[in-house]
Each structure stands twice: as C-alpha cells, then as structure tokens.
C-alpha cells in the first residue's frame, strides 16, 4: 500500500468510511495482532505478488507509528519474529475454523500504515484551478510555481535569494496556512487535523540548475 490507487487502501478506505466489520479469520487476526502489541488494526488484505505467486498478508495499520512497531526505522526491515508470529497465528485460526482459502506457505507478512496514504490523497485531491486561485490570492510577483507531492507542498521562487528573504519573512507560516485552509476540504479522517501538510520553499533557480528543469528527478 504506496499510493490511494492501491486495491489495499481502496479496500480499506471503504472498510474505515462504513465501518464495515472485517471478516473471518481476517477479524480474529487483527484482534490478536491489536491486542499482542497494542496497536489498532484497520484490515488485513491477502493477496499474491509477481513473478511467482508468493502469497501476501498485508497488516493494515492505522498509523504510521503503529507500522514502526514492526519494522527497524522507515525504511528498515520487517522483524521476522513480529512476521512469524502473525504467521502462526494465522495458520492457527485458520485450522480452527478449518478454512483452505489461503495459501500459508511461503507466505509474505508485512505492516503497513493506512494514515500516510489517506494523507496524500488529499493533498493530491487539491485541483490545479485551486492552485492558480492561491496563486492569484497571494499577489505575489516572485512566486513562480506551487507543486504538490505525496504529503508535501513547495512554494517556488524564481531565485535564492528570494526564497531566503521569504523565509526570513515569516512567509513559509503564512503560506502553510493559506494551502491548509484548501486541503482540509478533502481531508476525509481528519489525519490533516494532527499534523498538516509539509510546507516547503525553493526556487526555480535550484530547480533548472541542480534537477534539470525535470519534475522527477526533483522528486526523485
């Protein structure tokens, strides 16, 4: 679960709006997982991945801290007793319900976090009209672009020194603000609410000079 396109968070996005409850042996699972290491389990989607079919059990978590718990930093490793212990557990409730719809051997356990993703997805929500109307709003001559990606928001300038004064200013506050009163619209969970978008400045001169002119390798 990467990006609000994912069958995943589609699933579980659908799951967290009704209320929906999961559905068995995905509910005793995610009761055991919450009450093992105390932490709030919005689904458990099965799945299997390329190029050969290993089978997938994705822990769906609420939040990113959450997800942390079973992984060594961002971007560690899972640790591979949290993943034998969900594993074994879900093989146990599966034998107790007697249920072969799903293939546990050589199975994949991950923890992901549903909250990131709902994030960008409001961020990315933010039309390009709404964009140009800020753009308008803020009637400022130095202000060259404003570009959304994933949870973050960068205010560009034609040049350094510009993004310096600005800073300087107090603007980035101001900025942050003013982009936060139009992404709140699409922020269905409230996840925007405890910690906004990231506000950032930078200037077309960094732009052109260090990435090209080129959007993905700037984001990249």
């Known amino acids: 679960m990467i990006m609000p396109t994912d069958e995943d968070y589609q699933q579980t996005k659908r799951i967290k709006k009704t209320g929906a409850p999961l559905l068995p042996p995905f509910k005793e699972l995610a009761d055991w997982v919450s009450m093992t290491y105390g932490v709030h389990v919005l689904n458990l989607f099965y799945d299997k991945i390329k190029p050969d079919d290993r089978p997938r059990l ?38 107790q319900k007697n249920d072969t719809r799903f293939t546990v051997e050589r199975m994949f356990v991950i923890f992901t976090a549903f909250e990131p993703v709902a994030r960008v997805e409001a961020n990315h929500s933010v039309t390009k009209t709404e964009i140009n109307q800020l753009k308008v709003k803020l009637t400022n001559q130095d202000l060259w672009e404003i570009s959304i990606c994933f949870d973050r928001v960068t205010f560009f300038f034609y040049t350094d020194a510009q993004v310096q004064k600005y800073e300087a200013d107090g603007l980035k506050n101001l900025y942050g603000e003013e982009y936060s009163s139009i992404v709140q619209r699409y922020d269905e969970f409230g996840y925007l609410q405890k910690c906004g978008v990231s506000v950032h400045f930078d200037s077309k001169q960094n732009f052109d000079t260090n990435y090209k002119s080129n959007w993905y390798y700037y984001y990249h």
């Open 58 to 95: 994705n822990v769906i978590l609420e939040t990113q801290e959450d997800a942390l718990k079973f992984r060594d930093g961002p971007v560690g490793n899972f640790h591979t007793n949290d993943q034998k212990q969900v594993l074994e557990q879900f093989k146990v409730i599966l034998l």
